[in-house]
């Protein structure tokens, strides 16, 4: 129970790596909003079949609005917020297509959630952690953003401005006790995910397996407790030894 009573916002909360996130958090202790463009009552209603109980909020991650109003709501219900895994991304909807046939609506497209989304939710969390001096954000990238991938190159773009957004905001919050920190997972089965990159990844590995989202999950707790004190700005690469950096 290393997050008895801490309150957590998992983003993309409803199915697939985000919920299993939720379900880890929940499980150390933490009560949790689930946040989601969509049907986030699932990921309530699954953290309730297994014993715990959650919060759902339906939330657009590139609404400045919204997710305003997801922090406020928290705060409202729990009392404050602790911990923000940013989470929620386009990926199970890309197209793969070389970069030349990528339009600039989708690039932005792909960017205003999985980039400008984090911006907005850390901009909206920060606050409540700084007043406090308590805070863990962890933010969600990828493999692929240390080693590439082909035909996804808006999808890669936006991890990688992650890693970098990660360490410039462990240099500004460090000071009032909110750690900032990222977690790179490899191909994850999962819902939705790209099948076409999963033998690939297997073989790139130094344990040559499937990696599952409870893989993923132990990583996301582990920087959200206090065993995690003293880490900020640090990018984990839970991928099964692909990715050394």
Same mark, same amino acid.
């Given at each position: 129970m290393r997050l008895k009573d801490k309150v957590a916002i998992v983003t993309g909360a409803a199915t697939g790596l985000g919920l299993a996130m939720a379900k880890k958090l929940a499980a150390e202790? @933490? /009560?949790? *909003?689930?946040?989601?463009?969509r049907e986030p009552e699932r990921g309530v209603e699954e953290l309730a079949r297994v014993g715990f109980e959650a919060t759902g909020l339906q939330v657009d991650g590139a609404s400045e609005d919204q997710v305003r109003a997801m922090v406020g709501a928290a705060v409202e219900r729990f009392g404050t917020v602790d911990i923000l895994v940013n989470n929620a991304a386009i990926s199970q909807e890309l197209k793969l297509t070389s970069f030349e046939n990528i339009s600039k609506s989708d690039f932005d497209r792909i $960017?205003?959630?999985?980039?400008?989304?984090? &911006? $907005?939710?850390?901009?909206? @969390?920060? =606050?409540?952690? /700084?007043s406090q001096k308590f805070g863990r954000i962890i933010n969600i990238t990828s493999g692929t953003a240390f080693k590439g991938a082909p035909f996804m190159l808006h999808y890669v773009a936006s991890k990688g401005a992650l890693i970098s957004m990660t360490r410039a905001l462990a240099k500004e919050c460090g000071a009032d006790n909110v750690l900032a920190n990222a977690v790179a997972p490899g191909y994850t089965l999962s819902e939705g995910n790209l099948a076409a990159y999963r033998k690939l990844a297997i073989e790139t590995r130094a344990i040559p397996r499937d990696? !599952? =989202? #409870? #893989?993923?999950? +132990?990583?996301?707790? &582990? $920087? @959200?407790? #206090?065993?995690? /004190? &003293?880490?900020? +700005?640090?990018? $984990?690469?839970?991928?099964? +030894?692909? *990715? !050394?950096?």
């Amino acid at each position: 129970m290393r997050l008895k009573d801490k309150v957590a916002i998992v983003t993309g909360a409803a199915t697939g790596l985000g919920l299993a996130m939720a379900k880890k958090l929940a499980a150390e202790g @933490a /009560r949790v *909003v689930i946040a989601d463009i969509r049907e986030p009552e699932r990921g309530v209603e699954e953290l309730a079949r297994v014993g715990f109980e959650a919060t759902g909020l339906q939330v657009d991650g590139a609404s400045e609005d919204q997710v305003r109003a997801m922090v406020g709501a928290a705060v409202e219900r729990f009392g404050t917020v602790d911990i923000l895994v940013n989470n929620a991304a386009i990926s199970q909807e890309l197209k793969l297509t070389s970069f030349e046939n990528i339009s600039k609506s989708d690039f932005d497209r792909i $960017l205003s959630v999985n980039t400008v989304g984090v &911006f $907005l939710c850390c901009k909206a @969390a920060v =606050p409540v952690m /700084r007043s406090q001096k308590f805070g863990r954000i962890i933010n969600i990238t990828s493999g692929t953003a240390f080693k590439g991938a082909p035909f996804m190159l808006h999808y890669v773009a936006s991890k990688g401005a992650l890693i970098s957004m990660t360490r410039a905001l462990a240099k500004e919050c460090g000071a009032d006790n909110v750690l900032a920190n990222a977690v790179a997972p490899g191909y994850t089965l999962s819902e939705g995910n790209l099948a076409a990159y999963r033998k690939l990844a297997i073989e790139t590995r130094a344990i040559p397996r499937d990696a !599952y =989202p #409870d #893989d993923i999950s +132990g990583a996301v707790a &582990f $920087l @959200a407790s #206090d065993d995690a /004190r &003293f880490i900020t +700005g640090q990018i $984990l690469a839970v991928d099964g +030894g692909s *990715v !050394y950096h």
